[in-house]
C-alpha cells in the first residue's frame, strides 16, 4: 500500500486506528475457516461517515475492503483473501436503544452478542438465534451471515429478526432500509437482501432487530436410538406433534465414540442420541410439552430416555452435545465443519450416506447438529500435513455437497459460502440464478472491492 | 396497442380459449380493490412455467407490458393494467402440488386460493398462518407478490417468514428455481426475499414453497373496551411486557365503534373510546393461562368491559364488530381511502390524535383500526371523492399523515404494497440511494421494462 494511500485512510480514522503492524496483519489473516492470508492494513472505524469515507477512497482506488467483526465466521468470509484493507468494527459497539413497548433493539454492528442477551435480561427478553460463538461473535457479523443457532427449529435465524438497516455503500452513500417497526413492504427488501450477503453488497453500520420474550423455565431430556431410522422418525414426528421444542440435537455414533474417548461422561454408544429441551414460563408448561416429545420417542423405538429433573442434571446433559465440538477438533491435527441443511425427514439417510462417504475416503466424519430444522454439521477430521488425506477431506466434502443437494438440500444452513463453498455455489444454483446474483452484486459494487473473491461470484 | 401478429403468436402458445381480447370481457380485469381502471389489450390464462416463459420472452423481444393477476383483490393497484399491454392471469396454475407433512413444508402454484390451501392443510393438523383480510378470495402468488400481511402477524409474521423457495419466469423468459425446500439456507443472496412482496415486477412466479406450521390445539378469543386510545395502546404495551404474543391484537378507535353500534346496534358501551379484540392460541392448558394473565392486564388498565368467549359461537360474536368495521363506515361518507401506515406501537396514540386533530380541521372523519401488536393502522379517509374540495384536503391529510409515519421510524405501507396509490410517495420514506439500487436491481431483472411497469416506481401517466 503506497504511503499517499495510507496517510488518507489515517486522515479519516486517525492515526491510532490504522495499523500495518506485521503482528496485527497476521491477526487480521484469518477467521475460525481452513484459509488465511494478510491485508496490507487494518483500520478501526468509529462512524458510519469514517466507513463512508474509507469507502469512497477505497472505490476510487480500486482498493478491496473487508468488513470484520469477530472473525468467527467458518467458512472464510473475512479473510482478506486478496489484500487491501480490513475494515474492523469491533468499535462501534454501542447499544443505541431497546424498547420493549416497541419489542426492539437497535445496536451497533460491533455489539457482541452475549452484550445484547446481557443487557435485555432486566426487561425479560431475548434476541434469539443463539449462534455457538455467542460469547464473542459481533451482531455485524451474526447479520451479515444470517447465523442460525441452537434454537433455529422454534426461534427461526437471524434474517427473522433484522427490521432494519444502516448501510454505507461503495460509493460513500449512507443508506436505511426497512423500518422500526414491525412490517413494511415499501419497495423492494433490501434488508432481507443484505442479511446474509457476506460483507459483499455493503458494510452494516446499524442494525434494528426485533427482540421476543425469554422464556424462564426449561424441560431438557436425551434419548438414545439403537438405529438411525427409529431416530429419524422421532425427529420427524415430533415436529408434527403440535410441540416446536427450543432445541432438538442429534448426535451421530462416531460423535459418540468420540465424546466417550476424550471425556468421561460414558454415554451409551448407540446410532444416534437426541438432546431435546422445551421452553416456557412455568415448569408445569415446559414439563407438558415434554411429555409429548416423550411420548412420540417411546413410540419410535427409543432405547432409553433420561429426564433432567434439575438445572444440574440438564447441565450435564447439554454437555455431551455442547462438548462434541472441541473433543472432534483435537482428536487430528486438521478438521473441516460442514453445515449442510437437509429435508427433516432426509436425515437418517444423510446420517448413512456420512458413513459411507467416510469408509469410501477412509476418513473420519463424525456427525452432529440441529436436527429440529435439519441442519447437520459433519466435521471432518484429517491430517493437513498427508496431502492424501487433504485429498481425501477435499473429496469427501464434495460428495457431502453433492449428497445433501440430492437430497433436497442446501450447502450450508447458517455458516455461509465465503471461500470454502465458493466453487459449489453452482451446484445448488442454476447459471440464470447465478447471473441474477452477480448482476445484483454489480449493482451494489460496481468496482468489486467490497469483499472480493467470496460467495462464488466471479467468474 | 399490440398487433395482430403479437396477439395470434400468443394464441398459438396458450390456445384460442385461454386469450381473452373482447373489450367487454377486458374490463373486469382492468381494475382490482382499489376500484382504480385501466384497459390491458388483452387477458392471457397461461397453464405452466413454460407457457409463461414463452409470453414473457416475446414480451421482452417486442417490448409490450406483462401484468400478472391473481384475484385483484390488491389494494394499492398493483394489478392494474395502467400501461395497458397483456394481463396474465394465473387462475389455471391452482394446484396444490404436494403437502409434506414430515417436513411442514408444501409446494403450491400461484393461482391456488389461500383459504383453500389453509382449509387443505388443516385437514391434516397443520397450519398457514397468514391470513389477509381477502383470504377467502385472494390467491398465494398475489399473497406472495406483496407480501401479505393479516390479523395474526402479530405471533406468526407474515407471507415473506413462510416462504422457502420459488419457481419464477424472468421477463427475458428464463425458468429459474430459488431459495430452499429445508427450514434454513444461507447459499448466496436471498433471491427469493427479493422476489417476495416485488409486486409482479421483477419476475413471474408460477410455483411456491411453503413452510407450515402444526395447528395449534385451542384458541381463546376476547375482546376489552377502554374510556380512551391512549388506556388501551397502554394495553397492548403491558401484555407484551408481560411476555404474551397474543395471535391477535386488533385495536379500533371511537369512530368505528360508533358506526357499527349504529348501524348493527351491538351492545357496544356508549363511553368506549377504543377496542381491543385479542386471541390467544396454543397448547389448551397453556391458552387457559394465557387468557387468564390478559384478563388481568385488562383489569388494572381499566377496561369498561370485558368479555371471554367460552365457545365457537361466542367468539364470533366478539369478531362480529371488527368483521363490520369496514363497511359500517360508509355511513359517514360515500367514499373512503384507506391507507396502511405502521409505527411503532408505543406511537400509536399519538396517531390517532393526530388524525382526530387534522380530520377536524379538514371537517373529514378519519376512523382507524388496525393491527395493534404490529402498530399497522388503517386509516381511513371517509369523503366523497365527487367533490374536489374534500379530495384535495384528503390528499393533504395523506402527505402530513405519511410524514408524521415516516418520522417516528415508521413505513407508509404494512401489508398492502406500494403499487400505484402509494408510488409518489415513496421517496418520501426511501432515500435517493436506495431508490437507485431497487431501480438498478429493477433493470437487472427486467432489461426492457415489461413488467407490470408503473408500479412502485413513481412515472407520471
Not at chain 1, 156 to 174: A, M, S
Not at chain 2, 12 to 31: C, F, M, N, P, T
Not at chain 2, 370 to 380: E, Q
Request: proline share 5%.
Amino acid at each position: 500500500m503506497d504511503e499517499k494511500t495510507k496517510k488518507a485512510l489515517m486522515d479519516i480514522v486517525g492515526e491510532e486506528n490504522f495499523t500495518d503492524s506485521l503482528i496485527d496483519l497476521v491477526s487480521y489473516s484469518y477467521d475460525a475457516s481452513e484459509h488465511s492470508h494478510r491485508p496490507s492494513c487494518a483500520v478501526w472505524a468509529e462512524t458510519p461517515e469514517q466507513v463512508s469515507g474509507i469507502l469512497k477512497l477505497a472505490d476510487t482506488e480500486r482498493i478491496p475492503v473487508i468488513p470484520r467483526g469477530a472473525g468467527t465466521g467458518l467458512s472464510g468470509m473475512s479473510v482478506p483473501i486478496e489484500g487491501g484493507i480490513v475494515l474492523d468494527l469491533n468499535h462501534m459497539n454501542k447499544i443505541l436503544k431497546i424498547s420493549i413497548e416497541d419489542r426492539l433493539a437497535v445496536v451497533q454492528p460491533g455489539v457482541v452478542y452475549d452484550d445484547l442477551e446481557r443487557a435485555l435480561v432486566p426487561h425479560g427478553f431475548f434476541f434469539p438465534p443463539d449462534p455457538a460463538s455467542g460469547k464473542v461473535c459481533t451482531l455485524g457479523g451474526n447479520v451479515a451471515t444470517n447465523a442460525g443457532g441452537l434454537k433455529g427449529a422454534k426461534y427461526g435465524t437471524t434474517r427473522d429478526y433484522v427490521l432494519g438497516l444502516q448501510v454505507v455503500l461503495t460509493d460513500g452513500r449512507i443508506m436505511r432500509t426497512g423500518s422500526k417497526t414491525m412490517k413494511s413492504v415499501s419497495g423492494y427488501d433490501m434488508t432481507k437482501l443484505l442479511v446474509g450477503s457476506e460483507g459483499t453488497l455493503g458494510v452494516i453500520t446499524e442494525i434494528t432487530l426485533k427482540i421476543s420474550p425469554k422464556p424462564t423455565a426449561t424441560s431438557t431430556a436425551l434419548a438414545t436410538f439403537g438405529n438411525l431410522e427409529d431416530a429419524g422418525r422421532a425427529l420427524s414426528e415430533t415436529m408434527y406433534s403440535g410441540i416446536i421444542p427450543s432445541a432438538l440435537e442429534i448426535l451421530g455414533r462416531k460423535t459418540i465414540l468420540a465424546i466417550n474417548q476424550n471425556t468421561d461422561l460414558n454415554l451409551p454408544e448407540v446410532d444416534a442420541i437426541i438432546l431435546v429441551e422445551t421452553d416456557g414460563y412455568t415448569r408445569e408448561e415446559t414439563d407438558y410439552q415434554m411429555n409429548k416429545v416423550i411420548e412420540v420417542f417411546k413410540k419410535n423405538n427409543a432405547d432409553d430416555i433420561k429426564q433432567a429433573k434439575a438445572r444440574e442434571e440438564a447441565e450435564k446433559l447439554w454437555t455431551a452435545r455442547k462438548s462434541a465440538y472441541a473433543v472432534l477438533a483435537r482428536i487430528k491435527t486438521h478438521f473441516v465443519l460442514e453445515d449442510i441443511t437437509v429435508p427433516m425427514s432426509r436425515i437418517a439417510e444423510m446420517l448413512k450416506g456420512v458413513e459411507a462417504i467416510a469408509e469410501r475416503h477412509n476418513i473420519q466424519i463424525a456427525t452432529y447438529g440441529h436436527a429440529g430444522d435439519g441442519n447437520l454439521h459433519p466435521q471432518i477430521l484429517y491430517d493437513g500435513y498427508d496431502p492424501e488425506q487433504v485429498k481425501s477431506m477435499e473429496a469427501a466434502t464434495a460428495e457431502l455437497f453433492k449428497l445433501s443437494i440430492d437430497l433436497g438440500g442446501t450447502l450450508t444452513g447458517e455458516h455461509g459460502i465465503g471461500l470454502s463453498k465458493a466453487s459449489f455455489m453452482t451446484l445448488e444454483h442454476d447459471p440464470v440464478a447465478m447471473d441474477m446474483m452477480r448482476s445484483i452484486k454489480k449493482t451494489f459494487d460496481p468496482n468489486n472491492i467490497l469483499n472480493p473473491a467470496k460467495m462464488g461470484l466471479e467468474e | 396497442m399490440i398487433s395482430e401478429e403479437v396477439l395470434k403468436k400468443i394464441t398459438h402458445i396458450v390456445g384460442q380459449k385461454h386469450l381473452i381480447a373482447g373489450r367487454d370481457e377486458l374490463a373486469e380485469y382492468g381494475s382490482d380493490a382499489t376500484k382504480l381502471e385501466a384497459m390491458p389489450d388483452a387477458v392471457v390464462f397461461p397453464q405452466d412455467s413454460e407457457e409463461v416463459s414463452l409470453i414473457l420472452r416475446l414480451a421482452t423481444e417486442k417490448g409490450f407490458p406483462v401484468i400478472p393477476r391473481g384475484a385483484g383483490s390488491g389494494m394499492s393497484g398493483g394489478a392494474v393494467p395502467v400501461k395497458a399491454g397483456i394481463v396474465m392471469a394465473m387462475n389455471r396454475l391452482d394446484r396444490i402440488l404436494a403437502i409434506d407433512e414430515d417436513n411442514l413444508i408444501c409446494k403450491v402454484e400461484p393461482g391456488v386460493i389461500t383459504a383453500d390451501l389453509q382449509k387443505a392443510v388443516e385437514d391434516i393438523g397443520l397450519f398457514y398462518p397468514p391470513d389477509p383480510a381477502s383470504v377467502n378470495i385472494s390467491t398465494i402468488g398475489g399473497n406472495v407478490a406483496e407480501c401479505a400481511g393479516g390479523l395474526r402477524a402479530v405471533k406468526y409474521g407474515v407471507t415473506r417468514d413462510y416462504v422457502l423457495g420459488l419457481t419464477v419466469v424472468l421477463p427475458t423468459g428464463e425458468i429459474i428455481n430459488t431459495g430452499v425446500e429445508t427450514m434454513k439456507g444461507v447459499a448466496g443472496y436471498d433471491l427469493t426475499r427479493l422476489i417476495v412482496g416485488s409486486e409482479g415486477t421483477l419476475a413471474v412466479i408460477t410455483a411456491i414453497t411453503l413452510r407450515l406450521v402444526p395447528k395449534p390445539a385451542a384458541r381463546r378469543t376476547m375482546s376489552a373496551f377502554f374510556p380512551d386510545v391512549s388506556s388501551a395502546v397502554d394495553t397492548v404495551s403491558r401484555i407484551i411486557r408481560n411476555r404474551i404474543i397474543p395471535t391477535i391484537l386488533e385495536f379500533l378507535d371511537r369512530h368505528c365503534l360508533d358506526c357499527v353500534r349504529e348501524e348493527l346496534n351491538l351492545p357496544i358501551p356508549r363511553k368506549a373510546g377504543a377496542m381491543l379484540l385479542i386471541e390467544v392460541d396454543g397448547e389448551e392448558v397453556l391458552v387457559e393461562q394465557e387468557a387468564e394473565k390478559v384478563r388481568s392486564v385488562c383489569n388494572q388498565a381499566k377496561a369498561i368491559k370485558f368479555e371471554a368467549a367460552s365457545g365457537k359461537e361466542e367468539a364470533e360474536t366478539l369478531w362480529e364488530v371488527r368483521r363490520n368495521v369496514s363497511p359500517s363506515l360508509y355511513k359517514l361518507r360515500p367514499h373512503k381511502i384507506s391507507e396502511d401506515i405502521v409505527v411503532p406501537r408505543s406511537r400509536m396514540t399519538e396517531v390517532v390524535a393526530f388524525l382526530d386533530e387534522i380530520g377536524h380541521k379538514y371537517g373529514l372523519p378519519i376512523p382507524a383500526f388496525g393491527h395493534a401488536g404490529d402498530g399497522n393502522l388503517h386509516v381511513n379517509i371517509m369523503l366523497n371523492k365527487e367533490n374536489a374540495g374534500e379530495m384535495e384536503s384528503a390528499l393533504t391529510i395523506i402527505r402530513a399523515l405519511f410524514e408524521k409515519g415516516i418520522h417516528m421510524g415508521g413505513t407508509i405501507t404494512g401489508e398492502h404494497g406500494i403499487g400505484l396509490t402509494k408510488a409518489p410517495y415513496l421517496e418520501m420514506e426511501i432515500p435517493r440511494a436506495g431508490l437507485d439500487l431497487m431501480s438498478r436491481i429493477k433493470k437487472a431483472f427486467d432489461p426492457e421494462g415489461i413488467l407490470n411497469p408503473g408500479k412502485i416506481f413513481y412515472q407520471r401517466i
